[in-house]
């Protein structure tokens, strides 16, 4: 008898596990849309970040660096996605309110992707040398992150990732 009720038991401890792991797929499923917001840790090619100069509208080169960390925004569907944009939304202690970024190629805050297609977008541009007089440093440097990407298009669900952010790090992005 005891044997039928551990075996039950188990029976059921099964199944409940299965049922959480297909409502995980499920969740997974529909959070899967067809834009992708891509970081790479590696940064092949310092595609994801590198030291840049400032230039000014006209593209000429201004005095100084900085350190520019880019994402990929990328179309994984069979159609062409309009009018696609991101915003950037700094969430921590120290909060800054959403603002649409623009892509790097094009220099406007949307575009329309193509199938298999992606842009670069800069989400943070952070002064060299790193730590300047004012900033806050040490653990407490951790209030200027997480950093929070969305990017939407015309008639699809935005994809969303979040990034913790210490630009005492590197790479200073990072999940």
């Not at 900085?66 to 909060?95: C, M, Q, W």
């Not at 300047?132 to 969303?160: F, N, R």
Request: hydrophobic share 40%; proline share 9%.
């Amino acid at each position: 008898m005891i044997g039928l009720i551990a075996l039950g038991f188990f029976a059921l401890a099964g199944h409940g596990a299965n049922v959480w792991e297909s409502r995980q797929a499920k969740r997974q499923k529909k959070a899967d849309g067809p834009l992708e917001i891509i970081f790479d840790p590696n940064n092949p090619a310092r595609r994801f970040w590198s030291m840049e100069s400032p230039r000014d509208e006209n593209g000429n080169q201004k005095p100084g660096v900085f350190l520019e960390y880019r994402a990929d925004i990328k179309n994984n569907s069979s159609e062409t996605l309009r009018n696609v944009s991101v915003t950037i939304e700094h969430i921590g202690h120290l909060p800054v309110r959403p603002v649409d970024t623009t892509f790097d190629k094009i220099k406007n805050i949307s575009c329309d992707l193509k199938p298999g297609c992606s842009e670069l977008i800069a989400v943070v541009r952070w002064p060299i040398p790193k730590l300047q007089p004012g900033m806050l440093a040490g653990p407490s440097a951790w209030a200027y992150g997480p950093i929070k990407l969305t990017a939407s298009a015309d008639d699809v669900h935005p994809a969303e990732r979040i990034f913790q952010f210490d630009y005492q790090a590197e790479p200073m992005l990072f999940d």
